[in-house]
Structures are given as C-alpha cells and as structure tokens.
Nanobody, 124 residues
Framework: QVHLVESGGGLVQAGGSLRLSCAAS????????MGWFRQAPGKDREFVGV????????SYAASVRGRFTISRDNAKNTVYLEMNSLRPEDTAVYYC?????????????????WGQGTPVTVST
C-alpha cells in the first residue's frame, strides 16, 4: 500500500477553479493507476476520474468531463485534479486512491490505498 495525502480543498464560488493535489509516500506512484472520488453529504462515494499508470490515458465521470482534468507527476510522486467551472453540486469531500490495476479503468475494488480526503465547497 501507499500512503496518500490530499490537499488543496476549500471554499470557492460557482464558476471558479481549484486544484487538488494527492501526494504519496512509502512507494512510488508510477506503478499505480490513480483515481479521484468524491462523497457529498448524505450520498454514496462516487467515481470522478482516473489516470492510468503510464499517464497516457484518463477517464472521467460524465458529470465532470470537460471541466475536470487529472494529471500526474511521477517525479514528484503527486497526482493532481484540476477543477474548473465548479458548480454547487460539486461540493463534496474529494479522495484520491491508488490501484495496481493495469487496465484502462480500474474496478473500485482494486483500489487498495486511500487518502483521508479534502473538502470542497462550491457556493452560489
């Protein structure tokens, strides 16, 4: 497993932007696909997006596609979630997670390391 710590959350107005970071320690992230998830109050945790181990491909939930971008810097052992055109419905705690899965979109059960989450609040 790898230790993950998210940062960058906060309060932002609708239409604004935030960049979340997920820093890893203990193991290099280059061997992991990295996913972002979120959980809004009273709702189940949902998939936001994932970047493949080699960084060559990404996949996003329909609700964020075109607004959110995942990138990774393996040299810094860090993954990023750039969020633009934020909406109130994006309000949630955001989590990063690591999966050793080599395929395109890892099954959620394959994620074996999770961060503690960082809260994002989008105001109207």
């Amino acid at each position: 497993q790898v230790h993950l710590v998210e940062s960058g959350g906060g309060l932002v107005q609708a239409g604004g932007s935030l960049r979340l970071s997920c820093a890893a320690s203990g193991r290099t992230l280059s061997g992991y696909a990295m996913g972002w998830f979120r959980q809004a109050p009273g709702k189940d945790r949902e998939f936001v997006g994932v970047i493949r181990r080699d960084g060559a491909g990404t996949s996003y939930a329909a609700s964020v596609r075109g607004r959110f971008t995942i990138s990774r810097d393996n040299a810094k052992n860090t993954v990023y979630l750039e969020m633009n055109s934020l909406r109130p419905e994006d309000t949630a705690v955001y989590y990063c997670a690591a999966s050793p899965y080599s395929g395109y979109v890892p099954p959620i059960a394959s994620y074996d390391s999770w961060g503690q989450g960082t809260p994002v609040t989008v105001s109207t």
